[in-house]
Nanobody, 127 residues
Framework: QVQLVESGGGLAQPGGSLRLSCVAA????????IGWFRQAPGKEREGVSC????????YYADSVKGRFTIARDHVKNTMYLQMNSLEPEDTAVYYC????????????????????WGQGTQVTVSS
């Protein structure tokens, strides 16, 4: 059974930090492009950050550059999103995705449609 299980969401103050984790079971993240997307109420899903599976390509949305960092731990088979200097505009449900066919471009993450998604974790940034 293939699944991605997310954790690490919660409430943070503006300027604070959170680290989201996404543990893969049933497959290896080594061979997949990985990414984090988010969706706020009433808004479309937005690609936050992606990392290519083999070519080392990276994508960060302009709104999070310099604040968020995507990472992959090959030993733990886990992906992370380190979020620093959080802003209220970062409030959303965050979803991890692993997709062997994802194209990580300079301006977006192009999903293949055949990837696996986490269940989502709520991030709320408020004072």
């Amino acid at each position: 059974q293939v699944q991605l299980v997310e954790s690490g969401g919660g409430l943070a103050q503006p300027g604070g930090s959170l680290r989201l984790s996404c543990v893969a079971a049933g497959f290896s993240l080594d061979y997949s492009a990985i990414g984090w997307f988010r969706q706020a109420p009433g808004k479309e899903r937005e690609g936050v950050s992606c990392m290519g599976g083999s070519d080392g390509s990276l994508y960060y949305a302009d709104s999070v550059k310099g604040r968020f960092t995507i990472a992959r731990d090959h030993v733990k088979n886990t992906m992370y999103l380190q979020m620093n200097s959080l802003e209220p505009e970062d409030t959303a449900v965050y979803y991890c995705v692993a997709d062997r066919g994802m194209a990580v471009l300079g301006t977006t993450c192009e999903l293949s449609g055949a990837g696996y998604w986490g269940q989502g974790t709520q991030v709320t940034v408020s004072s």
